[in-house]
């Protein structure tokens, strides 16, 4: 069983074919929160700021979880929320 479920995750408001949209740009957000994180860390790490590596000055969750599986926690605990628009 998938957890969440997608009964749990729409809350009986969106099809499947709207969390999925929702999913998709959430996991496109999560990506680049990332590339804004590394890229900013890859600086640190240049200008001679921090002696730490570069895997430990990116949230644990960004590099280690895949977009995706993230845009969906995320939407699980509220963090992101599903939001119809009219066209």
Known sequence: MIYPTIEELTK???NR?????GVAKGARIVTD???EMRARAQKMIENHETDKPLAALIPTEYKDQK???LAI???ADGEFKLVRRDV
Do not use: D, T
């Open 67 to 69: 977009a995706v599986k």
């Open 73 to 75: 926690s995320k939407l």
């Open 17 to 21: 074919y709207e969390l999925v949209l």
């Open 33 to 35: 929160k990332y590339v």
């Open 12 to 14: 009986g408001e969106f």
